[in-house]
């Protein structure tokens, strides 16, 4: 291919990309953008203006220590040190922290709940964007511009939507930046092993330089400027105590109603015989039903996207810390399936110890240790429905063979096509994975370059080395262009 062709090429990319880019714009701004820009607006007026909540304060706090001489030495003591990008954010806009960082939070919300359109995964869809948008109305609105998990929330999200096409590398590139900002996507790596294992035929043993990298960069760097910095995380999640929110608090109050509650670690938390092992059993459990979900994977019980959603729900119901902002790392996967009423009622316990909390402090309607007691027994009512509610839609995922979110993913197509060949005694040295495209309509077809389309020779050779012309193509075709890609075509040929 000549580099005039190759210019040709890329400018008629652009072109129908940019035209793409504006007919989704167009298509979603009703349905989705809109009312995600409105509940945006809500969340940060009673951030900003009401609420002031101490988290952002802090990430101030740490984005201003970093920026002191020497420069980019004193990182979170509670955050991944990658996390400071994050925080160093809202010195780019001109007005105050709090609403500077809450216009990021809004453009990742964007990107978010716009994502979810031209997937071609079964829930991944403008009603699915619709369902995220109740669910963060209902459980995250006070702490949605408040906290910093959004970002690492959208890195989790476009890594399962990237694995549910068969883009492994795109989903392990997502999964490994959430992992550096707040360390939670890590979960999905064993995931993606098995699925991309299954995929190719082959361990994916490269993929252990991803997660090397991403480890050195979690600990290296800070290590590099800072020799006392580099486990800060982690040292400060193994020295806390069960977090009021963690299913340990909750129980080990139930076994001793008179425990103490003290306040550290920037939370409320229980302190008693019972709590350290009570929170050890059931960090086990939740590592036990992380194995049965990836046996059940191995097994071709669960869908890809299932796979997802119960590791992370064992991940975050096992850990001694389970704050409000937790359940919003589960939303995005609960959207790809109907409003199920018990996530519902989970994420709306989530968020009505807010006013509770913010009355019963400036008010001091109950004594403290009672308000510290009803607290904790609210956040385990939620914990209740969240583990109840997970369990009763993996039942109805185990029950439901007909439905199979990933069955129609390249993914899913590639392991199909090469048992085949396999099954015949033919080699699968030819890759003729399906590549997954939509039309402007929302259709989806799955079509092999060069084969399904009768693209010239110039166009259907090559491979990888022509991919981005062959998805031009793939393209204009979709669009229903036929004049551009018959210029395009005669241009290819000549």
Not at 276 to 296: D, N, Q, T
Not at 441 to 448: C, I, K, Q, S, T
Request: glycine fraction near 6%.
């Amino acid at each position: 291919m000549g580099k005039a062709t190759q210019v040709a090429v890329q400018a008629q990319a652009f072109k129908v990309r940019t035209r793409a880019v504006r007919q989704a714009v167009l298509r979603q701004w009703r349905p989705v953008m809109a009312p995600a820009l409105v509940l945006w607006l809500l969340a940060t007026i009673v951030s900003c203006g009401f609420l002031h909540p101490f988290d952002v304060t802090e990430y101030e706090r740490y984005a201003h220590a970093a920026l002191r001489a020497p420069l980019l030495h004193r990182f979170p003591l509670e955050y991944p040190a990658p996390a400071l990008a994050v925080f160093l954010l809202p010195f780019l806009l001109p007005f105050s922290y709090p609403w500077a960082f809450a216009v990021f939070a809004g453009i990742v919300l964007l990107f978010l709940v716009t994502g979810y359109e031209g997937s071609g995964t079964a829930g991944m869809d403008a009603d699915g964007a619709r369902r995220l948008i109740a669910y963060l109305a209902v459980g995250a609105t006070f702490l949605l511009t408040g906290r910093y998990d959004i970002f690492a929330v959208a890195a989790a999200f476009f890594s399962v939507r990237a694995a549910t096409q068969g883009r492994w590398s795109a989903a392990w590139t997502w999964s490994c930046l959430g992992f550096l900002l707040k360390l939670f996507p890590a979960v999905f790596w064993p995931t993606l092993v098995i699925a991309e294992w299954r995929y190719r035929g082959r361990p994916p043993w490269r993929r252990l330089v991803w997660m090397a990298v991403s480890a050195l960069i979690l600990v290296g760097l800070p290590a590099l400027l800072n020799h006392h910095a580099p486990l800060n995380a982690l040292h400060y999640y193994l020295h806390r105590p069960a977090e009021i929110g963690s299913v340990a608090a909750g129980v080990s109050l139930l076994a001793d109603w008179h425990s103490p509650l003290v306040l550290s670690f920037h939370s409320i938390n229980v302190v008693n015989a019972a709590t350290g092992p009570i929170a050890v059993v059931i960090e086990i459990l939740a590592a036990l039903g992380c194995l049965w979900v990836w046996r059940a994977q191995l097994r071709d019980r669960l869908p890809l996207e299932a796979v997802f959603l119960a590791t992370l729900s064992l991940v975050v119901l096992g850990g001694k810390v389970l704050s409000a902002q937790y359940l919003v790392w589960l939303m995005p996967l609960w959207a790809l399936y109907r409003i199920r009423p018990l996530w519902l009622l989970a994420a709306l316990a989530n968020v009505v110890v807010f006013p509770y909390e913010v009355s019963a402090q400036s008010f001091r309607l109950v004594p403290t240790h009672v308000f510290d007691v009803t607290l904790t027994l609210a956040f385990l009512a939620r914990d209740v429905f969240l583990a109840w509610g997970t369990w009763r839609w993996l039942r109805w995922v185990l029950a439901d063979s007909s439905w199979r979110p990933s069955s129609a993913s390249p993914a899913a197509a590639a392991a199909a096509w090469r048992r085949g060949r396999s099954a015949a005694g033919l080699g699968n040295e030819v890759d003729r994975a399906p590549l997954e495209r939509h039309r402007p309509g929302g259709a989806v077809r799955d079509v092999a370059v060069g084969e399904v389309l009768d693209l010239p020779p110039a166009v259907g050779a090559g491979g990888h080395r022509h991919r981005e012309l062959q998805m031009t193509v793939v393209e204009l075709r979709g669009a229903g262009d036929p004049g551009r890609l018959a210029d395009l075509l005669a241009h290819v040929e000549h």
